[in-house]
């Protein structure tokens, strides 16, 4: 019977052992892992706002401000971006050294966790030896307080940007994301092959990039001219669009492509018959976002957002 016992005693202490162990191992491997909600977390937005005007052009300084404002205030409120994720850059802030100094700092607070928007408003040129097809041949106009000599020199002096610059740029900043917003004559200047070919890459980020015409259209004017013509509706859709920023960015993109009908046709019976033909005014905005970034980018729906 004491044998009996003392086995049975031994028994018990080895699977005691046993449980232990298997607790211990389950508590390695499993214990500190975090819980699986089936949601993946959502990135934190940031929004930049820049627009230049040139003193030296026939519209209003007060264009692009009005137009990058109107965008930024609507833009901010739907996707969460507080204060501190704010960034607007207009007109004598909108200068290289500014945006390039914006940059730096926005380099060292982003990261993967962060979703960057920029909604551009600027004027783009071709430079006085162009060959369209490359990125090098066209100007980024930013602020100068007087017409540059030349294009070229411009870009030389550092005063303007070419495309190829400005996308090696947005480059430099490592956000997760990138949705980038041309409101311009020149929208095809930077197309999706220049960001996501662009020898400064990030090779596995995914981008978006919104066009505010057609290749060879120009970006008209709202009707009274205070405002360019896809800030306009894009402001509106922000304003009445509920869903994903894709919902908000097709409704922007049919509303300017309906306004600039009568708008178009009125710029055509004013014009000079002895002038060359002027460039298309039937703007149709276009969307590119072949990994659906816009369709995955949450609104805050409208009965939240602080839109005043």
Not at 19 to 44: N, V
Not at 113 to 127: C, E, G, K
């Amino acid at each position: 019977m004491p044998n009996r016992n003392r086995q049975r005693r031994r028994r018990l202490r080895l699977q005691a052992r046993a449980f232990s162990l298997a607790a211990a191992l389950f508590a390695l491997f499993f214990g500190s892992a975090p819980a699986i909600t089936g949601e993946p977390k959502p990135l934190r937005n940031t929004v930049v706002g820049l627009g230049n005007c040139p003193p030296w052009n026939p519209q209003s300084v007060e264009v692009c401000r009005h137009s990058v404002e109107k965008v930024m205030t609507a833009l901010a409120a739907r996707i969460d971006a507080g204060p501190d994720r704010q960034h607007l850059l207009v007109n004598e802030g909108a200068s290289a050294t500014a945006l390039k100094l914006k940059a730096k700092e926005l380099a060292h607070q982003l990261g993967p966790d962060d979703r960057l928007i920029i909604y551009a408003n600027l004027p783009v040129s071709l430079t006085e030896t162009a060959n369209p097809d490359e990125a090098s041949s066209y100007a980024i106009q930013l602020w100068a307080s007087a017409r540059p000599v030349s294009t070229v020199e411009a870009i030389a002096e550092g005063t303007w940007m070419s495309a190829s610059a400005f996308a090696a740029l947005v480059h430099a900043i490592p956000a997760g994301e990138v949705i980038l917003v041309i409101d311009t004559n020149y929208p095809h200047a930077i197309d999706l092959g220049l960001l996501t070919g662009h020898a400064v890459d990030h090779k596995d980020r995914p981008e978006a990039l919104v066009v505010s015409s057609g290749a060879g259209q120009v970006a008209n004017y709202s009707a009274d001219r205070t405002i360019s013509l896809f800030a306009k509706h894009l402001a509106v859709a922000l304003g009445e669009s509920e869903g994903m920023l894709l919902d908000v960015m097709t409704a922007a993109v049919n509303g300017t492509r309906q306004a600039a009908i009568p708008i178009c046709a009125d710029l055509k019976e004013k014009r000079d018959p002895s002038q060359a033909d002027p460039a298309d005014c039937a703007q149709v905005p276009e969307i590119h976002d072949p990994e659906s970034l816009l369709r995955s980018t949450v609104l805050t729906p409208l009965t939240e957002a602080n839109l005043n």
